[in-house]
């Protein structure tokens, strides 16, 4: 169920988005590295997992940034109240599923929460959760060093949940750099919403809390 939200009936962007509403196919994509060495750090000490919590902290940095919670529904441009998660995990025979989870402002909480919820997810094979529009879906790729990531594009031009790639981390000058794929739609997001967010992401990997 899609959380709350309120009509923008001035969006800024407006000119934008009409324009941008004429292609076929509105998104594209960008991939870049920010450094983790404080966030692994931080959840080493604390033993928590390092992608769910990879996931978590982008997701606070999505939040931070409104643009990326702006959404069209019917016609109109709705801003989204909070952001929530959805991963794929792990599961039987070499697959995967998807583990929709809520997100909550308080970290332990949230984990508390996410555990039992991936355990149940990786037990078995599920593609379905966390469709709602303000969803924002994480995948892991742990083995490959991309430097470049290409996500399967939505059907439907209007769709503005972000994804998001992690890939294995790369270790250099003592630090601990992880690559991030974002696929994102031009309806919403121009580059000066990228920029922030780089910007907000790595204050939260680099100041964990």
Do not use: W
Request: charged share 20%; with cysteine.
């Amino acid at each position: 169920m899609a959380g709350s939200y309120q009509v923008v009936p001035n969006y800024y962007r407006r000119a934008h988005l009409d324009h941008f509403s004429r292609y076929r196919s509105p998104f594209y994509s960008a991939t870049f590295e920010l450094d983790a060495t404080a966030l692994k750090a931080f959840l080493e000490r604390r033993g928590l997992a390092v992608y769910l919590n990879l996931a978590y902290f982008f997701t606070r940095a999505l939040q931070a940034v409104e643009d990326f919670r702006y959404r069209l529904i019917d016609g109109q441009v709705v801003l989204y109240d909070e952001l929530h998660l959805a991963l794929t995990v792990p599961a039987p025979g070499g697959r995967f599923s998807f583990c929709p989870l809520r997100f909550h402002p308080d970290l332990d909480e949230f984990n508390r929460l996410a555990r039992p919820a991936m355990e149940r997810a990786s037990s078995t094979v599920t593609l379905e959760g966390g469709p709602e529009p303000d969803y924002v879906y994480f995948t892991a790729l742990p083995k490959v060093p991309f430097t470049a990531f290409t996500h399967v594009v939505p059907d439907d031009p209007a769709a503005g949940q972000p994804r998001v790639a992690f890939g294995r981390f790369r270790e250099g000058g003592g630090r601990l750099q992880v690559p991030v794929a974002l696929l994102v739609n031009h309806l919403y997001i121009d580059g000066a919403a990228l920029g922030a967010l780089a910007e907000r992401a790595q204050a939260e990997f680099g100041g964990p809390r």
